[in-house]
């Protein structure tokens, strides 16, 4: 396992740390408001198979908390760029802002793995 990213972004008076690891023919990313991280929701999504498709995922969630359509985003956007399966755990405790923490954590992977996508 080789760490390729670490992060962290702040959002407004929030914190976000990001850590992505290389695993073998795919990604594990942490993502969380806190810095210990957390499991919270585990998402695995796979690249699309076809060109001009969208990727695919799947979630399951842990301890009851409410981030699926987040972590599903995420998910999909890290397995689109980086052509790989990707698992992510996403773990929010903040509920505030969740839609602006999305898209920063978006904006974020898409400057970051920018090379990636040509």
Do not use: C, H, W
């Given at each position: 396992?080789?760490?390729?990213?670490?992060?962290?972004?702040?959002?407004?008076?929030?914190t976000?740390?990001?850590?992505?690891?290389?695993?073998?023919?795919?990604?594990?990313?942490?993502?969380?408001?806190?810095?210990?991280?957390?499991?919270?929701?585990?998402?695995l999504?796979?690249?699309?198979?076809?060109?001009?498709?969208?990727?695919?995922?799947?979630?399951?969630?842990?301890?009851?908390?409410?981030?699926?359509?987040?972590?599903?985003?995420?998910?999909?956007?890290l397995?689109?760029?980086?052509?790989?399966?990707?698992?992510?755990?996403?773990?929010?405790?903040?509920?505030?802002?969740?839609?602006?923490?999305?898209?920063?954590?978006?904006?974020?992977?898409?400057?970051?793995?920018?090379?990636?996508?040509?």
């Amino acid at each position: 396992m080789k760490k390729i990213v670490e992060k962290n972004i702040q959002i407004e008076d929030l914190t976000v740390f990001i850590k992505i690891f290389k695993l073998y023919k795919s990604y594990l990313a942490l993502i969380s408001d806190q810095k210990e991280l957390g499991i919270g929701n585990i998402t695995l999504s796979s690249p699309p198979t076809i060109k001009g498709m969208k990727s695919t995922s799947s979630s399951f969630r842990l301890f009851g908390l409410q981030n699926d359509l987040s972590s599903s985003i995420i998910a999909k956007k890290l397995s689109y760029v980086l052509k790989s399966p990707v698992l992510v755990l996403f773990f929010l405790k903040s509920e505030d802002n969740e839609e602006e923490i999305v898209k920063s954590i978006v904006n974020f992977i898409n400057i970051q793995f920018k090379d990636l996508k040509k």
